[in-house]
């Protein structure tokens, strides 16, 4: 009887898919008795070192989560029954100047994030494989699609083709980038079993298989000896593909059969893999928060398990477009602005993992679909406890620079006869400017009552216009002022700049990037922020600008002074200062819904955008950007201030209470 019951009781342990101590650890299971090949894809199934492997994976951009929380967010998708972790690189913060690199410890502001070898030795640690998309554009809703703007500064560059040009810098690149992941291969004793060459490149119209194969060399030669790999829509055909050459994934979020089949018809003769399983949605500005229902979820993963095919799960950990790093998308493309839809600061995307690290529904139903679906048990880990988030006091705000104070004290004021655009700057060791404001004065200028200023082409991408430090450009209090002066949406927008005569007026065109787009071929021109064309007032072209980069770097922001009590709060774009104590870091959100447009700095870091069109009304701030004692929170705000700074448990999805 005993025995049976021992019996009985294991079975039912299998059947719950309770993990055994007596299981193997994923690595054991594939490396155990040494390694002799990487992941092949030579048949209609994958092997991984002679054996069968179906890749369970999920999306997780260490770029977009702070280095604290990376082994929990890896545990947690362990724990889900997943074998493999995918990642893309973000060229624009690893080579954040032009030949100036940081992989962790090269002093730029996202140091703490950029660490990608020690990212993927927890990986490993953590008993995940690894897929590295290194790009080098990788779209994802990020900034440029990953590419630096310092790149803009070279006339007539064509962008992912076969540009000697362009190519010169990704050679550059991937030579300090590759070698890093080519010691970190699985047959080297690595995590990483493969790596993508490009980006759906079938979605660019650029036909420029040159520029694939060099991609692919480029790899190789810096020591790739993984599987390549292309991924694209099934629609695009092998459009961005090297047929026969790499092998082709799929990407998509609905109809796997149809998606899969397709694949399966352009390559008979290799294993199937979707990519990009895309378990919720991004958020442009404006619209409503996307969700995916977790019926809708389930149902797709599980068709795409049971053609069968492996799958990567786009996202899979949510995360965050810190700084200023939201991508954008563009309606129309080319030199046309008025279809710019920037991204939300948060890339929660509706994933299994939140933005915040908690467990969601689609983590059960991914865990229970894994344990239906994967033949090869290994042993998982107890699932890490979701960390305890808080709701700091509320902070009244007593200090204040205001934005006119700011320019009129900046130091060395670039003169320049015409506007230009912040990438051309002569300023980060020939880098231009790739973020954040760029304000172009015009001093000692009279102006007649009624006197008119006229912007040619559009503003990139939202214009404060100050005459004699007032703001004299409108408020935003509904979604529809972004059809009007001030936003990206109109050509050749004008403004009335005063009611009477001013006479040595100084005027201030105060210009925010809000976003490059990430998606599609990427025309150079379309890309540059600030302003391009004459500015006009009653109809002559104004020269001879003092040009001031206001970046908002870190080390810049840690080190601003003049802070004042309050002068005022309405209708004045300005910085607001407050500390707070705290003795226990903990995950908080910023409440931003009294605020309206702006972002927030945490003991210097940008920590993401504000703007009250919405959906976004809350920022996930995590314990690794808090310290314990004092912290400095500063909000810049375009307009108008509340009289608090509030902090919120949950993210608040929704309009700001200015917008009406
Ligand atoms: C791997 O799976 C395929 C398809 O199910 C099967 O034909 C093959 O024998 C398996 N190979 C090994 C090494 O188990
Ligand atoms: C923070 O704590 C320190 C030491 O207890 C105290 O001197 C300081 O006033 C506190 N600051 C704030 C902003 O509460």
């Known amino acids: 009887m005993a025995k049976v019951a021992i019996l009985v009781m294991i079975a039912l342990q299998v059947l719950a898919g309770i993990h055994s101590e007596d299981l193997p650890k994923n690595y054991e299971y594939y490396a155990g008795d040494g390694i002799v090949s990487g992941l092949n894809a030579d048949q209609r199934y994958f092997l991984l070192n002679g054996k069968n492997i179906t890749i369970f994976s999920g999306a997780f951009h260490y770029f977009r989560v702070h280095k604290s929380s990376w082994r929990d967010r890896l545990r947690k998708m362990r724990a889900a029954g997943l074998n493999t972790v995918e990642t893309y690189v973000a060229w624009n913060l690893h080579e954040y100047k032009s030949g100036v690199f940081d992989f ?35 779209c994802s809703e990020w900034e440029f699609g990953g590419l630096p703007s310092w790149l803009l500064r070279e006339e007539g560059i064509k962008l992912r083709t076969s540009d000697p040009v362009y190519l010169e810098y990704v050679s550059r690149y991937f030579s300090e980038l590759v070698p890093i992941l080519a010691k970190l291969q699985f047959t080297n004793g690595g995590p990483i079993i493969a790596l993508q060459v490009e980006n759906e490149y079938g979605n660019t119209g650029n036909s420029d298989p040159d520029y694939l194969h060099a991609l692919k060399d480029l790899y190789i030669s810096n020591g790739i000896k993984e599987l390549l790999y292309t991924s694209d829509p099934a629609s695009a055909g092998t459009r961005g593909a090297l047929a026969n050459e790499l092998l082709m994934t799929a990407n998509f979020n609905n109809d796997p059969s149809w998606n899969l089949n ?44 049971s053609h069968p095919a492996s799958a990567n799960i786009y996202m899979f950990v949510g995360s965050t477009n810190f700084g200023f790093t939201n991508g954008a998308n563009s309606l129309y493309g080319g030199t046309d602005n008025s279809g710019l839809q920037p991204d939300t600061s948060s890339y929660d995307y509706d994933s299994p993992i939140s933005e915040s690290g908690e467990i969601t529904d689609k983590w059960t139903a991914t865990k229970e679909l894994i344990e239906k679906y994967n033949p090869v048990k290994t042993a998982l880990p107890e699932l890490p406890e979701t960390r305890e988030r808080a709701v700091y ?36 060791d020939g880098s231009g400017q790739s973020y954040g404001y760029i304000v172009y004065r015009k001093t000692n200028i009279d102006l007649k009552a009624g006197a008119t200023l006229t912007i040619k082409g ?29 936003y ?18 100084t005027l201030d065109l105060v210009v925010e990037n809000n976003a490059r787009n990430n998606y599609g071929s990427l025309d150079q021109f379309q890309q540059f922020k600030g302003l391009t064309e004459d500015v006009l007032v009653d109809d002559q072209v104004v020269s001879n600008w003092q040009i001031v980069p206001l970046e908002f770097k870190k080390s810049w922001n840690q080190q601003l002074s003049g802070w ?13 200062r407050v500390s707070f104590n705290v003795t226990d870091p903990k995950d908080t959100y910023v409440n931003v819904q009294d605020w309206n447009k702006g972002f927030v700095i945490i003991n210097g870091l940008v920590l993401g955008r504000v703007f009250a069109v919405g959906p976004q009304q809350a920022l996930y701030l995590p314990a690794g950007l808090l310290r314990e004692g004092v912290n400095e929170l500063i909000i810049f705000e375009h307009f108008s201030a509340p009289d608090v700074v509030k902090f919120s448990k949950d993210p608040i999805w929704g309009v700001g209470t200015n917008i009406h």
């Not at 950029?114 to 554009?137: C, T």
């Not at 290799?270 to 500005?285: C, I, L, Q, R």
């Not at 004042?564 to 607001?576: G, Q, S």
């Open 564 to 576: 004042h009590p309050i002068k005022t709060k309405d209708a004045t774009p300005a910085l607001y």
């Open 458 to 486: 559009y503003v990139r991408d939202h214009v404060l216009i100050l005459v004699d430090g007032e703001l004299i450009s409108p408020v935003l209090s509904s979604k529809s002022d972004l059809d009007k002066f001030g």
């Open 262 to 305: 397709t694949l399966d018809s352009l390559q008979s003769n290799k294993p199937t893999m979707a990519m990009e399983y895309w378990s919720g949605w991004f958020d442009h500005v404006t619209e409503d928060h996307h969700t995916v229902d977790i019926n809708t979820y389930k149902s797709v993963y599980e068709g795409i398990l």
């Open 104 to 138: 962790g410890n090269g002093g730029s502001d996202f140091e703490e994030f950029l660490d990608i070898a020690e990212f993927l030795k927890i990986a490993q640690e953590e008993d995940l494989f690894a897929l590295v998309r290194a790009g080098p554009y990788i």
């Open 393 to 428: 006091d509320d902070i009244k705000i007593e200090q204040q620079i205001l934005l006119s104070e700011i320019i009129n004290e900046f130091p060395n004021k670039i003169e320049s006869e015409k506007v230009v655009p912040m990438e051309l700057l002569d300023i980060n």
């Open 488 to 505: 990206w949406r109109l050509r050749d927008s004008s403004i009335e700049l005063t009611k009477q005569d001013l006479l040595g007026a």
